[in-house]
Structures are given as C-alpha cells and as structure tokens.
C-alpha cells in the first residue's frame, strides 16, 4: 500500500490530491494531510447554506468543496485528514465501515476508546463525535476519507459551521449536526498524556505504519505535483465549483 503524507497545507492542493489517487492512479493508497483553516462542503450540498461566509472572508477560512458527499466540515492545524483509496471488490459493498479499522486501532492504541457511530463516523464516550467520514466511488474505485478533531478551535469550527441565513436550499444536501469533542480534551480529562498537535499526527502515522505493515512511505512525484496543481486549478480553486449550488 502506497502511503503518503502531505507535505502542503493548500486545501485545494490536497482536494485535488485525492481526486488525482482516485482517478489516475491504481495503486492501494493512504493519504493523510493537515489543511490551513477552511470549510469543506460535500459535492451535493450548498455552501451558503452551510457556511458563515462573510465570517470565514473575516477569518481568512478558506472555502472549498470535495469530491464526496456528505457534510459540511472544518479544518484547521488542530485537525487531521485521513484518505484510504483501493480498487473496488467484485460483489462486495464499498460503502462498510471496514476501512475505518486501521483508525480505530491506532486510536485504540493510544488510550482513546473510540466507537463507530451510524453514519461510519467515530465517537468518544459520553456521545462526542470525533471522526466524519464521506466516501466516493466510482465503477473500479473507491474513496473513503475523515477527519480527526485532536486539537481543533472548536469556536472557530462552530462559527464558521453556522450560516447567516440557514434556510436549505433547493436541491442540497443538509448536514447532521453533532456534538464534538476534541481528541487532546478527552486524554487531558482523563488523566492521560495530551501532547502537542504536530506530535500527535506524527505518532498516528507512526501507529499506523505499525497497524498495517505493508505500507510503502512515498511522495508525489515532480510530474504528478504539476498534474495535481492542474486538477486544483481546474476544479477545487475555482469559484464556479466551489459555489457551485
């Protein structure tokens, strides 16, 4: 399994990242990156609907939708993003939560009993969700990605998430609301080490290299960075996408 760790913080970058290793590539991979602050809308959903943008424009919170469905989520340093894409199994569904066991262990590992929830997303004791996830698949492959609330600005996620004018609009995808709880908040309450952001996206890539052994560390190639800067341009930077509903 390719694996590879992202060495920008551009969400468009990053967006067009994944739809580069769904579309272009064969290969098993996970991809993980931390964003500079944004909201992420799903393909079907409005981001006026979903985002305060004048309040994100003040902020400099970039806004930006993905290839997925789902929901509308937020993303800072405090935050990281997990993306695992394979080759679809004849006859077999591709919308379980079996991709989810990697992050459950390594999570697990760590002293944070988490527990999937309904929608394939992860939760903490007490009802705090942790973990969305969306996915994307097509006719050969499939697209499974998440968050993970470790250190996030939950007043900032909570602002950003809260629209001026929430009325839906016609055609778009709402999102679920949850209660959240950061990762750090948790260990700190229960009288566990709670180290720094940075280090804890480092041990988690760490913990996983370990959990799934067959992973082969690489980076982007020259030529495929200039065709994934190509795909952010055409697409996940472009206004027309981005506020495409």
């Given at each position: 399994?390719?694996?590879?760790?992202?060495?920008?913080?551009?969400?468009?970058?990053?967006?067009?990242?994944?739809?580069?290793?769904?579309?272009?590539?064969?290969?098993?991979?996970?991809?993980?990156?931390?964003?500079?602050?944004?909201?992420?809308?799903?393909?079907?959903?409005?981001?006026?609907?979903?985002?305060?943008?004048?309040?994100?424009?003040?902020?400099?919170?970039?806004?930006?939708?993905?290839?997925?469905?789902?929901?509308?989520?937020?993303?800072?340093?405090?935050?990281?993003?997990?993306?695992?894409?394979?080759?679809?199994?004849?006859?077999?569904?591709?919308?379980?939560?079996?991709?989810?066991?990697?992050?459950?262990?390594?999570?697990?590992?760590?002293?944070?009993?988490?527990?999937?929830?309904?929608?394939?997303?992860?939760w903490l004791p007490g009802g705090f969700k942790?973990?969305?996830?969306?996915?994307?698949?097509?006719?050969?492959?499939?697209?499974?990605?998440?968050?993970?609330?470790?250190?996030?600005?939950?007043?900032?996620?909570?602002?950003?998430?809260?629209?001026?004018?929430?009325?839906?609009?016609?055609?778009?995808?709402?999102?679920?609301?949850?209660?959240?709880?950061?990762?750090?908040?948790?260990?700190?309450?229960?009288?566990?080490?709670?180290?720094?952001?940075?280090?804890?996206?480092?041990?988690?890539?760490?913990?996983?290299?370990?959990?799934?052994?067959?992973?082969?560390?690489?980076?982007?190639?020259?030529?495929?960075?200039?065709?994934?800067?190509?795909?952010?341009?055409?697409?996940?930077?472009?206004?027309?996408?981005?506020?495409?509903?």
């Amino acid at each position: 399994m390719r694996f590879i760790l992202s060495r920008s913080t551009n969400p468009g970058f990053n967006l067009a990242a994944e739809e580069f290793l769904f579309l272009r590539l064969s290969e098993e991979t996970l991809f993980l990156y931390v964003n500079e602050p944004c909201v992420v809308v799903g393909c079907n959903q409005s981001l006026l609907a979903e985002a305060d943008t004048a309040f994100c424009a003040a902020h400099e919170i970039g806004l930006f939708r993905r290839l997925s469905g789902g929901g509308a989520v937020y993303h800072d340093a405090g935050n990281l993003n997990y993306c695992f894409l394979k080759n679809r199994i004849p006859g077999k569904s591709p919308l379980g939560a079996a991709f989810l066991e990697p992050v459950i262990n390594v999570l697990r590992s760590l002293e944070i009993p988490v527990e999937v929830g309904s929608r394939n997303d992860l939760w903490l004791p007490g009802g705090f969700k942790i973990s969305g996830t969306a996915s994307h698949v097509g006719k050969i492959r499939e697209l499974h990605h998440g968050t993970l609330l470790y250190d996030t600005s939950l007043e900032r996620l909570q602002q950003a998430l809260t629209p001026h004018s929430p009325g839906r609009i016609k055609a778009s995808v709402a999102s679920v609301p949850s209660p959240v709880k950061n990762i750090r908040r948790f260990l700190y309450e229960n009288g566990i080490e709670a180290m720094d952001a940075s280090s804890f996206f480092q041990l988690f890539s760490e913990r996983m290299q370990a959990f799934l052994p067959d992973l082969i560390r690489m980076d982007f190639s020259a030529a495929e960075m200039d065709e994934i800067g190509e795909i952010a341009d055409k697409t996940y930077l472009s206004t027309a996408w981005t506020f495409k509903k």
